[in-house]
């Protein structure tokens, strides 16, 4: 099952309980609002751009940003960035990996493409250009990657 955030439809990626009493509160936040909340870093203006570029929420674009950041391995080619995006869906996200990327519209290899192109032309992301629109043109004619 994948948990919302308790002030929109995104999925949770932060959560908060707070014993108080008898009871615990149990609050759930996607990146955006854990931000507002002053839980974590505010989203770069960077991200939030390469998003709206791409037709994505932010929420969405962190997540690739981070995964492509952390791992340059996913940008050599079509078939290694759809596994590390989806491996690190699974780490992160449990079982709900696949649900929380259908979430996120990053359900196809085209889709992918999209937000990876906006990530890198809007500078989140540095990567090799030529490796990129290769990797890019790959993952368009990919289709959907079934996670199971």
């Known amino acids: ?39 974590v870093s505010p989203i770069p203006e960077s991200v939030t751009s390469a998003a709206r570029i791409a037709g994505c929420s932010a929420n969405a674009a962190l997540f690739l940003a981070d995964v492509l950041g952390s791992r340059p391995d996913a940008l050599q080619s079509a078939a290694a960035c759809c596994i590390v995006v989806w491996d690190t869906a699974r780490q ?33 992301v540095a990567a090799d250009l030529e490796a990129v629109v290769r990797v890019c043109r790959g993952l368009k004619v990919a289709g959907n990657i079934p996670i199971s």
């Open 1 to 39: 099952m994948v948990e919302l955030c308790s002030e929109c439809d995104e999925p949770a990626t932060c959560f908060l309980s707070v014993q108080s009493g008898p009871g615990e509160t149990r609050t759930t936040y996607c990146y955006r609002h854990a931000a507002a909340a002053g839980l």
């Open 92 to 124: 992160r996200f449990g079982s709900a990996g696949e649900r929380v990327l259908g979430c996120w519209k990053i359900a196809d290899g085209s889709r992918l493409a999209t937000v990876v192109q906006a990530l890198v032309d809007s500078g989140v």
